[in-house]
């Protein structure tokens, strides 16, 4: 049972335009979200999380939007540049212990971004 | 400084070899995690240690045997492992602290089992 989803495994973005991940998720316990990039033989670098308590969040680049009726958020990069090129993960984790909440992955979206 | 270290980067090995995978942080971070990741695949949660102690373990083979020394170290014991064990194993750490949640990844040791 795949609790959160992304149902895009690949998107292209033309440079200096916006680009848009999506994520679902089905368990309504899920309180925390967070978005990690993850570049080929490397590890995943954390990007940017929201708190359920939020619908917006916003670092750089880069907003976090939460819809939590639809259970769906998205990642939105403006402008996006050749270097976001990456797969991006989200992650949900339902915060019952503070500090070790498992993280749940979604599959994850390979975006690439065109010069 | 948000880097979780691991060694080695790549690592080879029988069915009947016995190694060891090793990470390590220092952001005083009382959590830490092993995640083994296949292609394509979302990373999947293995172990969590908190405090030093054994919190979580997602009910992994016991060829799979975790360690954490210390607060900053963290090993995984392999022996006897098979073919389909072969993977991305990752590290990470966070604080413990409420409000802090985020997981720093290492970069991962690449396991082929033969």
């Known amino acids: 049972d795949q609790q959160v989803k992304q149902n895009s495994p690949s998107l292209s973005v033309q440079e200096g335009r916006i680009s848009i991940l999506n994520c679902d998720y089905t368990?309504?316990?899920?309180?925390?979200f967070l978005w990690y990039k993850k570049y080929p033989a490397e590890g995943p670098t954390f990007l940017i999380s929201?708190?359920?308590?939020?619908d917006k969040n916003e670092d750089g680049r880069f907003t976090v939007f939460l819809n939590k009726s639809a259970k769906h958020l998205s990642l939105h990069i403006v402008p996006s540049q050749p270097g976001d090129s990456a797969v991006y993960f989200c992650?949900?984790?339902?915060?019952?212990?503070?500090?070790?909440?498992?993280?749940?992955f979604g599959t994850g979206t390979r975006l690439t971004i065109i010069p | 400084d948000t880097e979780v270290t691991q060694t080695p980067k790549h690592l080879v090995m029988g069915m009947t070899n016995k190694k060891s995978l090793k990470c390590e942080q220092h952001?005083?971070?009382?959590?830490m995690y092993w995640y083994k990741q296949k292609a394509k695949k979302p990373p999947e949660l293995m172990f969590v240690?908190?405090?030093?102690?054994?919190?979580i373990n997602e009910s992994v083979p016991s060829r799979f045997s975790p360690e954490c020394p210390n607060s900053s170290l963290l090993n995984l014991h392999l022996h006897a492992l098979q073919p389909e064990d072969s993977a991305l194993y990752l590290c990470?750490?966070?604080?413990?602290?409420?409000?802090?949640?985020?997981?720093?990844f290492g970069p991962g040791t690449r396991l082929t089992v033969t």
């Open positions: 990470a750490s966070s604080w413990t602290e409420l409000g802090s949640y985020e997981q720093y």
């Open positions: 368990n309504s316990m899920f309180d925390y």
């Open positions: 929201i708190s359920s308590i939020k």
């Open positions: 992650a949900a984790s339902a915060r019952s212990n503070f500090g070790n909440e498992k993280l749940t």
């Open positions: 952001m005083g971070h009382r959590a």
């Open positions: 240690y908190s405090y030093e102690k054994l919190s």
